[in-house]
């Protein structure tokens, strides 16, 4: 192993878990981005760091990003930590912002077969489309009571969201402030964890999706789209 490749591919880590985006077309890291893919070495060094700090990396319009494997617990967020991001105090609460990301996802991305992305959200259409999900789930459970429901589960995340007004006061969902009070206060909680993970970039209530957020919604949303399902059944601990 020569060690200018040594240095090479630490910097290409280095700056990706700092936060940073190598692009291909950036005048500054450009070159790693090349040298990434051009130097077979630097390439499977940098590729073992990830695997053994338990990371992925993903490419997306020439630009790299790296995110949390499941269950890292010190690049990732435990549910306690989210909890805490997000100002909840239940699981079920913290179920629905999960819902609420999923769907999301789904409304920019469904599956492979085409890569075309909507242009943007607005909260309105993800309060339709949870609703829309939720509410089959919804219409059996009128013969239960909160109590009867586990909170780690669709029914409570189901309750949850048919108990909450679809706003506030006079705001309308695009204009609603971040909130447990309302369907459309929850989602603007997540998107405003959202935009601080660098997957939207807000412009008059328009929510646009980066590239950080399409290189994730490809690569590993495809491959992990089930573990909602698992998460939501109680059956893991970590986000």
């Known amino acids: 192993m020569e060690s200018k490749n040594l240095d090479k591919a630490i910097e290409i880590y280095s700056k990706l878990i700092s936060g940073e985006e190598i692009c291909k077309k950036h005048p500054d890291n450009g070159p790693l ?3 990434f893919y051009g130097n077979a070495e630097v390439y499977d060094i940098v590729m ?6 338990n990371l992925s990396l993903y490419e ?8 949390a494997g499941e269950g890292n617990r010190v690049f990732g967020y435990t549910n306690d930590d989210m909890k805490k991001l997000l100002g909840l105090r239940l699981n079920k609460e913290l179920y629905l912002c999960y819902f609420i990301m999923y769907m999301t996802l789904l409304y920019f991305y469904k599956d492979s077969s085409s890569y075309q992305f ?3 959200v607005k909260s309105e259409n993800i309060i339709d489309e949870t609703s829309k999900y939720l509410a089959d789930i919804t219409k059996k459970l009128d013969v239960l009571s909160t109590d009867e429901v586990e909170q780690d589960s669709f029914k409570a995340i189901a309750l949850l969201w048919d108990e909450l007004p679809a706003v506030t006061g006079n705001q309308e969902g695009d204009s609603a402030r971040a909130s447990k009070a309302s369907r459309a206060g929850y989602v603007k909680l997540v998107f405003n964890f959202m935009s601080a993970q660098r997957l939207f970039v807000e412009n008059a209530d328009r929510y646009y999706p980066t590239d950080r957020m399409k290189a994730l919604s490809e690569n590993y949303f495809e491959e992990y789209r089930g573990r909602l399902y698992q998460l ?8």
Do not use: Q, V
Request: glycine share 8%; hydrophobic share 25%.
């Open 33 to 35: 981005y090349d040298e």
């Open 48 to 53: 073992n760091m990830m695997k053994k700090m």
């Open 60 to 67: 997306y319009n020439d630009s790299l990003y790296i995110t």
């Open 118 to 120: 909507r242009e943007y």
């Open 232 to 239: 939501l059944g109680g059956e893991e601990e970590d986000a």
